[in-house]
């Protein structure tokens, strides 16, 4: 759980194996996630000042941005391409914002770790031509691993243009790092303070 200014509020590590069927991964989760929002007072969101906002959730598989589609869920067969939105709007009525996981889930192989980093990097390099983001930060466990964290590199400062590279830095992460948790709160940020989110609370405010 983090703030809205991307401050780490409580945490836990749970192992869990990806390609199990989608609700023996994503329910546990769930639980986790109500017990987190719990342990502030051990009652649900009452005298602590906090206020669940929205969702972020990362998944190793392409996804749809604006839908929170699975597409192509190789990595995790069986999954419908929509079961993370539904699982997580079905326990709480925030938006939820599902991205792609810089872990490829790929054998440490050298020659498939580096297909794995360019596929990632061309993926990146079409989010940093949208977004222009001043740094790039690879979590993960494979995120941390130089020879995959520079591929990645070269390949998103090869495929966006000189304008929207220049002074872009591409990182990887520390052993323990949050810079996932960092992403994914920003990008829960921007879509829960979209102008046409505001519009929509405002309509309803005016029409309840």
């Known amino acids: ?3 809205t200014n991307g401050l780490l509020l409580r945490s836990r590590t749970v192992e869990h194996r ?4 989608e609700d023996a991964v994503l329910q546990p ?14 009652e649900r969101l009452i005298g602590t000042g906090e206020r669940l906002i929205g969702i972020g959730v990362s998944v190793p598989a392409p996804v749809e941005a604006d839908t929170g589609t699975v597409v192509h869920p190789t990595t995790i ?3 419908r391409p ?11 009525h925030v938006p939820v914002v599902v991205e792609k ?7 440490d192989v050298e020659a498939l770790l580096l297909a794995g980093a360019d596929v990632l ?6 989010t940093v031509a949208t977004f222009n983001p001043d740094r790039l ?15 990645v590199r070269d390949r998103v400062l090869r495929d966006v243009v000189e304008r929207i590279s220049d002074g872009l830095t591409v990182t990887a992460g520390e052993p323990g790092d949050t810079a996932a948790v960092d992403g994914l709160t920003r990008l829960v940020i921007r879509k829960v303070y979209s102008p046409d989110a505001i519009d929509s609370l405002l309509t309803d405010y005016l029409h309840s």
């Open 29 to 42: 989760l769930i639980r986790i996630g109500t017990e987190l929002l719990d342990s502030g007072t051990g």
């Open 121 to 126: 990097g061309g993926a990146l390099a079409a």
């Open 82 to 92: 929509h079961a993370v939105t539904s699982a997580m709007t079905a326990a709480w």
């Open 101 to 107: 996981d810089a872990a490829e889930g790929q054998p």
């Open 77 to 79: 067969p069986g999954w």
């Open 18 to 21: 990806i390609n199990a069927p």
């Open 137 to 151: 930060v690879l979590g993960g466990k494979i995120g941390t691993i130089p020879l995959f964290a520079d591929r």
């Open 1 to 3: 759980m983090s703030d």
